[in-house]
């Protein structure tokens, strides 16, 4: 094999492995914190309707949600959603106002 096909199979493998760290870690996440639900926003919006949650906001392919059921995650990906993260963790979203200064 190649040097450069082996730098793009080990780039390839800690990708995979990060986002199923993070899949999995997301299925513990606690009640109440914000989660976010990537794929298309009329497919999310959908999908946590279902899962009886709440939106926070939404753009085209990423929409924060929260509810305070413990078993949320897997009521979206049950609802049809394709990937779900902790806002908090993915991207530093909690769901708040911005504060003023």
């Known amino acids: 094999m190649r040097p450069l096909g082996r730098i793009a199979l080990a780039v390839a493998l800690v990708v995979a492995g990060w986002l199923a760290l993070v899949i999995a870690l ?49 009521r979206l990906y049950t609802a049809g959603a394709l990937l779900v993260l902790d806002a908090e963790q993915a991207g530093g979203c909690n769901g708040l106002a911005p504060k003023r200064s």
């Open 26 to 74: 997301t299925f513990g996440t606690s009640p109440g914190r914000s989660l976010a639900v990537i794929g298309p926003q009329a497919q999310a919006i959908a999908a946590i309707a279902k899962a009886n949650g709440r939106v926070l906001s939404s753009s085209a392919y990423v929409t924060i949600a929260r509810s305070d059921a413990a078993d949320f995650v897997g």
